[in-house]
């Protein structure tokens, strides 16, 4: 690659000439199912395309990849692992492929896109060197200079594949005409919602009630076994008030990170956002329209909290559009300009981003400057104390470990008063279930809690509070619950099942009286319920509030002043009229057809390769040639 990227001569792009009788060939994969070969018991291994392993660890090396550059909500670890082992086995399956077929990648396929995606590794033509290119790599992607080629080349084969299985298809009048009629036709609907959550409380149960609905669902309310800890804790808020800081400490502190102190030139923001992302601009033009209102509105003396409340499409709406303080460079160029040029207290004209068009309220302004040691020493004096704290309950950590080690079964009070710290007591509790004594869960004291014997002392584990070694006092087995062990869990289940048939029975009463010619918010009312009037949205829209547009899809066929039955949206339950619908319009047609005519494809595309994807999966199932070891794919949801 190397000498490639030093080659001033210009770089050459193959392009695939495939005509649709190839591209045919390869979406018809041969779909009969057969056996799926079993992999070896290989402990690290999770899958096996054409003899390529893929191991456990490689996928959890890109996982903390990820998690190094977004924070990955445990819950979520496992489908990350899942999504990225997906991939890893379909550039495996793309690479036979390839070879089966002859399709292979250039030096200068990928010094091209290189050159595309790090213009600042070349000055003209001329390589900079490879020391600086690894330095850019390694700076923008966190990577090796092998990693990152890797990369390029597997994107470039995707791409290659991508169009051998989407270059033939085309978008049809007709398909064009259904595309802008789906984005361009507009309905507006009257509806109020049923909410189950909200009618949940209300709900009462007997003790006769409750324990009828206990013993017909008693197999949902195991109780698995629950173990009850003494522990001595080494407590780091303890340590941290008793230890001392001196003035020359912070002092230096203060000295030694002077610029976590300076203040850039900022600004104190709100604002109030109108989406223009994946519109039309027919959709735009009339967005504009209604911001030009609330504009007219905010200038007028309307509070601007409360409009941002009404209409921001942002997630400060909550908040009403109070974006804190900003500084330069941390927004987009046309939303820093006007904050940063429009004096204190005043209302910016509709400013256009990206994103679609704000209004924004300068609320204050700050010049550039450095806080002074008297303005910032109350923050730094627990910083100090912290660090002291954590240095001093690591020492005692590492004591107590070795006490540990000489002397694992002494009583758990003879070993606290070793070390001058209190006994506390925790528990029962079930595997799985966090202690909040201890700060919420950890795997690590879970674990150990159901691997110790009585009487045992385990290690010192580090919790949030802390440092902590416990002993186990008591151990309940496994047993069938008792309606008094899980008697809340059962009234909120009772609840919530009960406030679901209510809500459905609600509706269809709702629905009974708006049939019957009763007004639609008249009926709501005498319900309690709501009534509310949607935007005008298309079929590509939502409601806001209560979800996508294709749950409204009858409404698009329905006559004005037509309603709906009951009908279940997510977790709610509401009925809707037709109150206003508006047709596409003809002469808008030619402006948008360039637009329309890429959805289809950009969709027709998508569908196709996704089939492409599938059929390649189930074709080399078929053949033995991807193997997966199921023991192993479980462990891709257990954090590493």
């Not at 050459?12 to 018991?41: C, K, N, Q, Y």
């Not at 547009?549 to 002043?561: H, I, L």
Request: charge should be positive; charged fraction near 30%; proline fraction near 3%.
């Amino acid at each position: 690659m190397l000498k490639t990227l030093q080659k001033n001569t210009t770089l050459v792009r193959i392009f695939l000439g495939f005509v649709v009788g190839v591209i045919a060939l390869m979406m018809v994969i041969t779909l009969v199912p057969g056996p799926v070969g079993s992999i070896d018991e290989r402990p690290n291994v999770v899958a096996s395309v054409d003899g390529q392993e893929i191991t456990l660890t490689e996928v959890n090396t890109k996982l903390q990849r990820i998690a190094g550059q977004q924070q990955i909500p445990p819950a979520l670890r496992g489908l990350y692992a899942r999504q990225l082992l997906d991939q890893l086995v379909f550039e495996r399956m793309l690479e036979v492929e390839a070879k089966k077929m002859g399709i292979r990648i250039t030096d200068e396929e990928r010094a091209d896109r290189i050159k595309r995606l790090l213009p600042v590794v070349f000055t003209g033509d001329t390589f900079i060197g490879m020391d600086r290119y690894a330095a850019e790599v390694q700076q923008r992607f966190n990577m090796s200079v092998e990693e990152f080629e890797e990369l390029i080349r597997l994107s470039l084969l995707e791409d290659k594949f991508r169009r051998l299985v989407t270059d033939g298809i085309t978008a049809t009048p007709d398909e064009i005409q259904q595309e802008f009629r789906r984005r361009n036709e507009k309905v507006k609907i009257e509806y109020a919602l049923v909410k189950p959550e909200e009618l949940a409380a209300g709900i009462q149960a007997s003790d006769t009630e409750l324990s009828s609905y206990f013993e017909k669902n008693k197999a949902r309310y195991p109780l698995g076994e629950r173990r009850t800890l003494r522990y001595a804790l080494v407590d780091t808020a303890q340590l941290s008030q008793r230890a001392g800081v001196t003035e020359q400490e912070l002092r230096a502190y203060y000295d030694g990170h002077m610029d976590r102190y300076r203040i850039e030139n900022r600004a104190r923001v709100s604002h109030i956002l109108f989406k223009t992302v994946g519109k039309t601009d027919a959709e735009a033009e009339e967005i504009r329209r209604k911001a030009e209102a609330v504009l007219k509105k905010a200038r007028s003396g309307a509070k601007f909290e409360d409009l941002a409340k009404q209409n921001s499409a942002d997630s400060t709406k909550d908040a009403g559009g109070d974006l804190g303080w900003i500084v330069h460079k941390q927004t987009v160029p046309e939303f820093e300009k006007a904050a940063f040029t429009l004096p204190k207290g005043s209302i910016s004209d509709l400013v256009k981003t990206q994103y679609g068009f704000h209004i924004i309220k300068v609320v204050d302004r700050e010049n550039a400057r450095t806080q002074s040691f008297e303005e910032v020493r109350a923050s730094i004096l627990p910083i100090l104390a912290n660090e002291k704290a954590d240095r001093t309950a690591n020492e005692i950590a590492d004591r107590m470990a070795a006490a540990v080690r000489q002397g694992g079964n002494q009583p758990i009070e003879q070993f606290a008063r070793q070390f001058g710290v209190a006994i506390a007591e925790a528990g029962p509790v079930a595997a799985g279930v966090a202690l909040p004594e201890f700060g919420g869960a950890n795997a690590e004291l879970d674990r150990a809690l159901f691997r110790l014997n009585k009487g045992q002392l385990s290690m010192p584990i580090k919790v949030a509070r802390g440092y902590l070694v416990f002993t186990v006092k008591e151990i309940q087995t496994a047993r069938q619950a008792a309606l008094a062990d899980v008697r809340d869990k059962v009234l909120a289940d009772y609840r919530k099942e009960k406030s679901v048939e209510l809500a459905k029975t609600r509706a269809e009463e709702f629905a009974k009286r708006v049939h019957s010619g009763e007004a639609l918010a008249k009926a709501a009312k005498a319900l309690g319920l709501e009534a509310k009037t949607s935007d005008a949205f298309a079929r590509i829209g939502s409601v806001s509030g209560v979800g996508s547009a294709q749950q409204f899809a009858d409404a698009f066929r329905m006559a004005v002043g037509q309603s709906s039955p009951a009908t279940a949206v997510g977790s709610n339950w509401l009925v809707y009229r037709l109150a206003e619908r508006e047709e596409a319009k003809p002469e808008d047609f030619e402006k948008q057809k360039k637009e329309m005519e890429q959805a289809v494809l950009q969709s027709k595309r998508s569908l196709a390769y996704e089939a492409f994807r599938t059929s390649l999966e189930k074709e080399m199932r078929s053949r033995g040639k991807l193997e997966i070891n199921e023991k192993n794919l479980l462990r891709l949801n257990v954090p590493a």
